[in-house]
């Protein structure tokens, strides 16, 4: 079992809809739960994180998290042409990230 | 202010030479992570520094691989022997003390061995 596993994609949602992200992890003792997004051949640019169990938004995007599921998930409402990436869920119980594969979202016109 | 900053960009080797990437991380951050990024898969994770105390080296996948961190600030990943199964993007991330913060990433160094 892979540590973080994230829904495989392509995911390609219509202009101004809601993009669904899901990501559930292995590691009971994670603390901490990052979404990271990374255009074709560019780093890795934080988008949220979130430690405690329950939402967070920021502008367009929310993470929700639950440990007891350990299950984390980002949303991204009013998907724009430019929100297409490939989002990575990472997470951590100290400094060391261990990433999923990754979800690509085309967001189409 | 700046963010990471990684040289060269971009590197092509021959199999069998050695290679070093450099990683300068954001001014103040005393925590540095090295990942490598192949083809078609994930993050990988492959050694964290962290000010002065022993690196955790748990990630790198051969004794051909090693860094060092000079100063607490520059870091230098060296492959030596490079195969063609360590091309990849090898990115570099700091933040600023370890534990849960948030790690920002470089652009990374794409390794091409022939």
């Known amino acids: 079992q892979k540590e973080v596993e994230q829904n495989s994609g392509p995911l390609s949602v219509p202009e101004g809809a809601i993009a669904s992200l899901n990501c559930t992890y292995s590691?009971?003792?994670?603390?901490?739960f990052f979404w990271y997004r990374q255009y074709s051949g560019k780093s890795p640019e934080l988008i949220m994180f979130?430690?405690?169990?329950g939402d967070k938004e920021d502008g367009r995007f929310t993470a929700q998290l639950n440990k007891a599921s350990q299950y984390v998930s980002l949303l991204i409402r009013d998907s724009q042409p430019s929100d297409s990436a490939t989002y990575l869920c990472a997470v951590s119980n100290d400094y060391k990230l261990s990433f999923g594969a990754g979800t690509t979202v085309t967001v189409r016109a | 202010g700046a963010g990471v900053s990684q040289s060269p960009s971009n590197k092509v080797t021959e199999k069998g030479k050695d290679v070093e990437l450099r990683c300068d991380p954001i001014?103040?951050?005393?925590?540095l992570y090295w990942y490598r990024q192949s083809l078609g898969q994930g993050l990988e994770f492959l050694i964290y520094?962290?000010?002065?105390?022993?690196?955790?080296k748990s990630g790198l996948p051969s004794d051909r691989f090693s860094a060092e961190r000079t100063g607490g600030s520059v870091s230098t990943l060296t492959i030596q022997r490079t195969q063609q199964e360590d091309s990849a993007v090898y990115l570099c991330a700091s933040s600023l003390s370890r534990g849960t913060d948030t790690q920002y990433f470089g652009p990374g160094t794409r390794l091409t061995v022939l």
């Open positions: 001014s103040g951050h005393t925590a």
């Open positions: 979130i430690y405690s169990n």
């Open positions: 520094f962290q000010g002065n105390s022993a690196p955790d």
């Open positions: 590691d009971r003792g994670s603390q901490s």
